[in-house]
C-alpha cells in the first residue's frame, strides 16, 4: 500500500505541476542559500589557512595583526608604512631565526600583483601541509630582469618563456606609470598552489630598486630614460625598505618571545604577528557576519518550508471531492493521511535535492573565477555530510509540516465533497 500510496502522491502533485513546480523551487532555492554561506564559510577557511604554512612570524609595519596578514599574504590591500632595510638585517641576524624571506609590494602588471623577494622565497615559502613552490617550467630568476610568474597569469594572459613583460607604477592601470624603460622576461612559471602566488609575478629585489631609479619623487622624471641599463647594473641596487619579512625559527617553541623582543623593539617600530593567530582573529571579526548569515539562510528554508504547507492547505478546498471520492471507494483514514504526509515529504525531498544539486553546480562554475580573482581556493565544497543532514533535516521538517492539512482533510466528513452546494 505504501507504494501505491506514493504514486497517488506523485500523479497528485503531477495534476498541480505549476503549484507543485513554484513550491519545490522556493525549497531548492533556501537549500542551495543554506548550504552556499556553510561551504563558502567553511571553504574560504580551509582556503586561507592553506595559504601559508612553515611560517613562524610576519614582520611589519604596525598596522593591524589582519592587515599586515591580508596584504602580506594575501595581496589584499596595502601596506600604510615599510620597514627599514636596517632592520631587516638587525632581524635576520638574530641567533633564534633560521632564515628569513624580505618581500617589497606596491607595482602590478595588467592587475595582477608584483612581488620583490629573494631566491630563500622559492626554498623557504610554504603553503598547504608544507608543500614547497615548484616550478613546471623555466627556472628561478637569475638576471637583473627576470621574472618568474605564477599558474594563473600565465594561464590568464598567455605567457611562455621568454615573454616580455613591463611592469606598472603602483596598481593603476598603466599607461603614463608604466616602467617600460626597464623590461622584463618571463624565466619561469609556476606550478599551481590554489593561493594567491598563483596570481603573483615575482621579481629580485634588486629589481624592485632598479625600475624605480629616476622615481624618487613618486612619477618618471624625464632624465629617468638617459640611465642605461648598463649604467643602472653599475649601481649599488640594495633596497632602502621592505613591506614585510617572513620568518622562520631555529625552535618553534621560542615564537612568543622572539616575538615580543621584536615588538618591543626600540630602534623601530616593529609588528611581528604569528599567522595562525591573525587568521583566529579574522574569523572572530566575522564571526558575527557568518551567524547572521546562516541565521538568515536557516529562515529562508523556513519560508521555503511553509510554502509547502501553504500549497497543500490552498488546495484542499479543492480536492475536497477528490478526498470523498477516495474513501467512498474504500481508502481508509491512514490512507487519506499518509496522503497528504506523503505529498509534502516529496516536495521536501525533491526540493532539497535539487538545492544541493544546485549549489554543486553554482560551485564548479564560481570556484575558478573566485581562485582566478582573489587567489583563495575554496576546498572541500564538494558534495558531503552536511548536504545529507541537510536534505534529510528539510525532508522530516516538509513530513512534520504535512501533519497539519492531513488532519485537516481527516476531519471533513466523506459526504463534504460529494454534496454540491449552492
Not at 605564477?150 to 590568464?156: C, D, F, L, R, S
Not at 625598505?241 to 615588538?263: S, Y
Request: hydrophobic share 50%; charged share 15%; no cysteine.
Amino acid at each position: 500500500m505504501g507504494v501505491s500510496i506514493l504514486g497517488l502522491a506523485w500523479r497528485s502533485l503531477m495534476n498541480r505541476k505549476v503549484s507543485a513546480f513554484l513550491t519545490v523551487i522556493a525549497i531548492a532555492l533556501s537549500v542551495a542559500l543554506f548550504l552556499g554561506v556553510e561551504k563558502a564559510r567553511n571553504a574560504a577557511k580551509s582556503g586561507f589557512n592553506n595559504t601559508i604554512s612553515g611560517t613562524e612570524l610576519i614582520v611589519g609595519a604596525p598596522s593591524g595583526q589582519i592587515n599586515l596578514l591580508l596584504y602580506s599574504v594575501f595581496r589584499l590591500g596595502n601596506a600604510t608604512a615599510e620597514i627599514s632595510w636596517g632592520a631587516y638585517q638587525d632581524l635576520d641576524a638574530r641567533d633564534d631565526v633560521a632564515w628569513t624571506v624580505p618581500i617589497s609590494l606596491g607595482d602590478s602588471h595588467r592587475g595582477y600583483r608584483v612581488l620583490g623577494t629573494n631566491l630563500g622565497y622559492f626554498d623557504h615559502y610554504k603553503y598547504g601541509e608544507r608543500q614547497p613552490l615548484v616550478l613546471a617550467e623555466g627556472d628561478k630568476f637569475d638576471d637583473l630582469f627576470d621574472a618568474v610568474i605564477g599558474a594563473e597569469v600565465a594561464k590568464q594572459l598567455g605567457y611562455e618563456l621568454g615573454t616580455p613583460l613591463v611592469l606598472t607604477h603602483g596598481l593603476g592601470a598603466g599607461g603614463l606609470s608604466d616602467h617600460d624603460n626597464r623590461p622584463f622576461r618571463v624565466v619561469g612559471i609556476l606550478r599551481p598552489t590554489g593561493t594567491p602566488v598563483d596570481q603573483t609575478i615575482h621579481v629580485s629585489l634588486e629589481a624592485i630598486t632598479a625600475i624605480h631609479v629616476g622615481w624618487e619623487s613618486g612619477a618618471r622624471n624625464p632624465l629617468a630614460d638617459s640611465i642605461t641599463e648598463e649604467m643602472i647594473r653599475g649601481f649599488d641596487l640594495t633596497p632602502r625598505t621592505v613591506t614585510a619579512v617572513f620568518v622562520g625559527l631555529e625552535n618553534r617553541a621560542t615564537v612568543l618571545r622572539t616575538r615580543r623582543d621584536i615588538n618591543t623593539n626600540m630602534s623601530e617600530p616593529l609588528l611581528a604577528i604569528i599567522p595562525g593567530q591573525a587568521l583566529t582573529e579574522l574569523w572572530q571579526v566575522m564571526g558575527t557576519a557568518e551567524r547572521v548569515l546562516l541565521a538568515v539562510s536557516a529562515f529562508v528554508i523556513a519560508v521555503g518550508l511553509v510554502s509547502i504547507l501553504t500549497s497543500i492547505l490552498t488546495s484542499l478546498n479543492e480536492r475536497r471531492r477528490e478526498m470523498s471520492i477516495l474513501r467512498a471507494t474504500g481508502a481508509r483514514p491512514g490512507h487519506i493521511f499518509t496522503l497528504l504526509i506523503a505529498e509534502a515529504t516529496v516536495l521536501g525531498l525533491v526540493g532539497a535535492i535539487l538545492g544541493a544539486v544546485l549549489i554543486q553546480v553554482i560551485f564548479m562554475i564560481a570556484a575558478p573565477i573566485l581562485s582566478a580573482q582573489y587567489g583563495v581556493a575554496l576546498m572541500g565544497t564538494g558534495p558531503g555530510l552536511v548536504d545529507l543532514y541537510t536534505i534529510g533535516a528539510v525532508t522530516f521538517a516538509a513530513l512534520f509540516l504535512g501533519i497539519w492539512p492531513a488532519i485537516t482533510a481527516l476531519r471533513r466528513s466523506l459526504s463534504d465533497g460529494l454534496t454540491v452546494k449552492l
